[in-house]
């Protein structure tokens, strides 16, 4: 009797451990995931903190006369009278008057508030509507950087404020005034990279994604689906495939660095092909991206089940018509969803991009697939390694519009293995 509760003691007792181990794993489990959420979290924090500011810009609204006698213009149709004309003179003018206490022999400090393409935007609007010549028109332009750093960052040590102090009060005045104004950044969104922190955007990098991801697309999914297709269903098993299947493993796991190196050596060096441009850009991001195109539509492919298989060669199918009209619809499901892992991968990648060119000062948006151009993230890389402290809310914002990428693409591929699975 003795024993058998003493027995029963020592059951007790190793339970009470085991309970406590399990405890512990349990909690240093949540304590894993409530690490990386805070890291998640900080880091959002920071890029956000950083980058909701690139979404707006700094615009200065005044009444400009656009007095052809000042600007040296007769005729605006006059393509070579517009080339010539003065295009600085009426913003200037217009300044001073809305300047408080400004004259003209504070006409260089006024100016140092304008945005150093305005001239331009007026070239560009007289010449759509040059009705509007010796008229006075309200016109709203682009602020100098230095003005939309102080606006947007007064205060922030992190950003140097280089408006002298008259100059401080005068944006002070003129914001007070509703002359300078903060809005919505369309430039943003609508041009390409530029010198000039407040012109800057990512229109151009965006397009080069969407070329280079679309090559990238056309030639993975359907060379990485029919890989899969001969290695799972019609390959021997041999040596050769058993080292051709260690090969796509290990490529997996290869740093993507590589195969920028692979790419120059090959498609540039080798083939001459010409840098910067989408082309090479998706193939590099091709031999990154089949790896693992392939080993997650193996894996779809082997989750179809052998019953099938067996019940459509039962009924006379051939081997292309089992793998055909039944394997493959049924693994498409979770072919689609590592394709899209996949390209989400490689439209992060930055690494293989640089060592091709694409890290190139591209201002045009490219029209096409052998035209210069980058891509969003090294777009990312070269803002953040400007040293016009301007740049750093526009490099946030742009890993912002990179995320909602990134985040899309993998919602995404949760959806449709959602939508499309089958459980067997």
């Known amino acids: 009797m003795t024993d058998q509760r003493s027995q029963a003691e020592l059951v007790r007792q190793s339970l009470k451990r085991r309970y406590r181990k399990e405890r512990r794993f349990r909690a240093y489990g949540i304590l894993a995931i409530a690490i990386a959420l805070s890291a998640l979290v900080v880091l959002f924090v920071d890029i956000i903190g950083k980058g909701y500011t690139g979404f707006t810009k700094t615009t200065i609204t005044m009444e400009v006369e656009l007095d052809g006698e000042m600007m040296y213009l007769d005729d605006a149709t006059d393509k070579k009278q517009i080339k010539m004309a003065d295009f600085v003179e009426p913003l200037v003018q217009a300044m001073i008057k809305q300047v408080p206490g400004a004259t003209e022999e504070n006409r260089d400090a006024v100016r140092d508030l304008l945005n150093p393409y305005a001239s331009n935007e007026l070239r560009d609007m007289l010449e759509q509507n040059p009705e509007w010549l010796g008229t006075t028109q309200t016109l709203t332009v682009l602020a100098h950087t230095d003005v939309d750093v102080y606006v947007k960052h007064a205060g922030d040590d992190a950003y140097s404020i280089k408006l002298s102090d008259r100059q401080q009060r005068w944006v002070d005045q003129l914001v007070e005034n509703e002359v300078v104004q903060t809005s919505f950044n369309d430039v943003f969104f609508s041009s390409g990279d530029s010198r000039d922190p407040s012109r800057a955007g990512i229109l151009g990098a965006i397009v080069g994604s969407l070329l280079t991801m679309l090559v990238t697309l056309v030639l993975s999914f359907p060379i990485g689906v029919a890989a899969a297709i001969y290695l799972e269903e019609f390959a021997p098993q041999n040596r050769l495939t ?140 070269l803002w953040a390694g400007s040293p016009e402290l301007a740049f750093i809310e526009r490099a946030s914002a742009a890993i912002m519009v990179l995320l909602a990428f990134l985040v899309s693409m993998n919602a995404l591929a949760i959806w449709l293995r959602k939508r499309l699975e089958r459980r067997w």
């Open 242 to 381: 058993d080292f051709i299947e260690v090969n796509i493993n290990n490529l997996a796991a290869v740093p993507s660095i590589i195969f920028g190196l692979l790419g120059l050596a090959v498609f540039i060096n080798l083939f001459g092909m010409p840098r910067s441009v989408p082309v090479v850009g998706g193939l590099v991001l091709t031999l990154m991206t089949l790896p693992t195109i392939i080993i997650s539509s193996r894996a779809a492919i082997k989750s179809v089940p052998p019953s099938i298989r067996e019940a459509a060669e039962g009924i006379g199918a051939s081997k292309m018509q089992v793998v055909l009209h039944h394997v493959l619809p049924l693994a498409m499901p979770g072919m689609l969803t590592g394709s899209i892992i996949g390209m989400a991968q490689a439209l992060g990648e930055t690494a293989p991009l640089l060592l091709i060119g694409m890290v190139a000062f591209i201002v045009d948006v490219p029209d096409g697939f052998f035209d210069s151009a980058t891509v969003l993230p090294v777009q990312v890389f």
